[in-house]
């Protein structure tokens, strides 16, 4: 190729020889233009800049279009394998199942009617069904289930004020009698 271009280079200035100080018919810059090199080194860093732009708005990182919808939000939820409540296993406390579940609630960072409906998956078996039936029964104006609501209910439904009142007590027997 190089070799190509210097043979038309050298006949044509064979043939051109006497006519050196005349203009080409034939423009030699293609754009029809003459560019000198401050021109044409401006022009080139307003593209190159143009063209690292384009890059780096292209590098910006893709939001996912599921960040924040429930369903993602639930399944982030349950890969956090939050403990779950039957009421039909006689080791089950509830207490222990409200505390589990409300510390993976809160380091995800859930509002409190997001934490109230997210405790429902949790539910299963007899809870499940114990759940169902309460939200029937729920007053259509009762307003959205929130953790506070979630949380009295279900502790008063399956872990009694008395139980409560004793499994208290008897903890602070043990740790008095630890210190002592």
Same mark, same amino acid.
């Given at each position: 190729?190089?070799?190509?271009?210097?043979?038309?280079?050298? !006949?044509?200035?064979?043939?051109?020889?006497?006519?050196?100080?005349?203009?080409?018919?034939?423009?030699?810059?293609?754009?029809?233009?003459?560019?000198?090199?401050?021109?044409?080194?401006?022009?080139?860093?307003?593209?190159?800049?143009?063209?690292?732009?384009?890059?780096?708005?292209?590098? /910006?990182?893709?939001?996912?279009? #599921?960040?924040?919808?429930?369903?993602?939000?639930?399944?982030?939820?349950?890969?956090?394998?939050? !403990?779950?409540?039957? #009421?039909?296993?006689?080791?089950?406390?509830?207490?222990?199942?409200?505390?589990?579940?409300?510390? /993976?609630?809160?380091?995800?960072?859930? !509002?409190?009617?997001?934490?109230?409906?997210?405790?429902?998956?949790?539910?299963?078996?007899?809870?499940?069904?114990?759940?169902?039936?309460?939200?029937?029964?729920?007053?259509?104006?009762?307003?959205?289930?929130?953790?506070?609501?979630?949380?009295?209910?279900?502790?008063?439904?399956?872990?009694?004020?008395?139980?409560?009142?004793?499994?208290?007590?008897?903890?602070?027997?043990?740790? !008095?009698?630890?210190?002592?």
């Amino acid at each position: 190729m190089i070799l190509k271009d210097m043979d038309h280079r050298r !006949s044509y200035l064979r043939r051109n020889a006497d006519n050196e100080n005349v203009e080409p018919k034939v423009l030699i810059y293609p754009l029809g233009e003459q560019v000198t090199r401050i021109k044409f080194r401006a022009n080139f860093q307003v593209l190159a800049q143009a063209m690292i732009t384009q890059a780096n708005r292209e590098v /910006i990182a893709p939001v996912s279009p #599921n960040v924040g919808m429930t369903v993602t939000r639930i399944r982030n939820f349950r890969r956090k394998n939050p !403990s779950e409540f039957h #009421n039909s296993k006689t080791d089950e406390d509830p207490q222990e199942f409200i505390d589990e579940v409300h510390k /993976i609630v809160c380091i995800m960072v859930f !509002s409190t009617v997001e934490k109230g409906e997210l405790t429902t998956y949790q539910l299963k078996d007899v809870a499940k069904v114990w759940f169902n039936q309460w939200k029937e029964e729920m007053v259509v104006d009762a307003g959205p289930l929130d953790w506070n609501k979630f949380k009295g209910v279900f502790l008063d439904s399956f872990f009694p004020f008395e139980m409560r009142e004793a499994k208290i007590l008897r903890n602070w027997r043990r740790r !008095s009698n630890l210190l002592t």
